[in-house]
Antibody
Framework: EVQLVESGGGLVQPGGSLRLSCAAS????????MNWVRQAPGKGLEWVSY????????YYADSVKGRFTISRDNAKNSLYLQMNSLRAEDTAVYYC?????????????WGQGTLVTVSS | QSALTQPASVSGSPGQSITISCTGT?????????VSWYQQHPGKAPKLMIY???NRPSGVSNRFSGSKSGNTASLTISGLQAEDEADYYC???????????FGGGTKLTVL
């Protein structure tokens, strides 16, 4: 069974940093592209970042470019999101999502999400 | 403002059919057959319902179907059931640097 479990969320002050993790199991992690998608409270979904299976190709949404860094450790079956210079508007539930093998930028499995709250 | 435009809400009675539209541009919905639809119940993670405009993942009911015409994609749910009440989001690959764009979401109410 495919499982994605996020961790690392919490309350952080504006300008602070946080590192999210996503532990993957039930599939060959190193063969799949991965993404982070976030959802502000009561709002819609917003794509945040993409990383290829090898980690060699990375994309970011303009809203986080220069502040967030996506990475992965295929030996540990883990995906990460380093978030720096956090702003109030970064407050959201952050989901890690597996990119489907059969379609571009289509997410077939999602974690349960981890809440990041940026507030003083 | 979301990149893809969806109606904020739709409603229907059990057994009826409803359609949710998703309008983009030639740089996303109109330019590629990489439109997906997700269902999200309150407090839960999104679930993939349709990929590549009209394909259903294994395990998704055939009451869910997708289509596209020009820059507008559509999700149709036939034989509405109470369990279909949820938020629905469309997404598309885009040639812009953002890679993926989502719609603002549509709240489906089963009357």
């Amino acid at each position: 069974e495919v499982q994605l479990v996020e961790s690392g969320g919490g309350l952080v002050q504006p300008g602070g940093s946080l590192r999210l993790s996503c532990a993957a199991s039930g599939f060959t992690f190193s063969s799949y592209e991965m993404n982070w998608v976030r959802q502000a409270p009561g709002k819609g979904l917003e794509w945040v970042s993409y990383i290829s299976s090898s980690g060699s190709t990375i994309y970011y949404a303009d809203s986080v470019k220069g502040r967030f860094t996506i990475s992965r450790d295929n030996a540990k079956n883990s995906l990460y999101l380093q978030m720096n210079s956090l702003r109030a508007e970064d407050t959201a539930v952050y989901y890690c999502a597996r990119e489907a093998a059969m379609a571009l930028r289509c997410f077939d499995y999602w974690g349960q999400g981890t809440l990041v709250t940026v507030s003083s | 403002q979301s990149a893809l435009t969806q109606p904020a809400s739709v409603s229907g009675s059990p057994g009826q059919s409803i359609t949710i539209s998703c309008t983009g541009t030639s740089s996303d919905v109109g330019g590629y057959n990489y439109v997906s639809w997700y269902q999200q119940h309150p407090g839960k993670a999104p679930k993939l319902m349709i990929y590549e405009v009209s394909n259903r993942p294994s395990g998704v009911s055939n009451r869910f179907s997708g289509s596209k015409s020009g820059n507008t994609a559509s999700l149709t749910i036939s034989g509405l059931q109470a369990e279909d009440e949820a938020d629905y989001y469309c997404s598309s690959y885009t040639s812009s640097s953002s890679q993926v764009v989502f719609g603002g979401g549509t709240k489906l109410t089963v009357l």
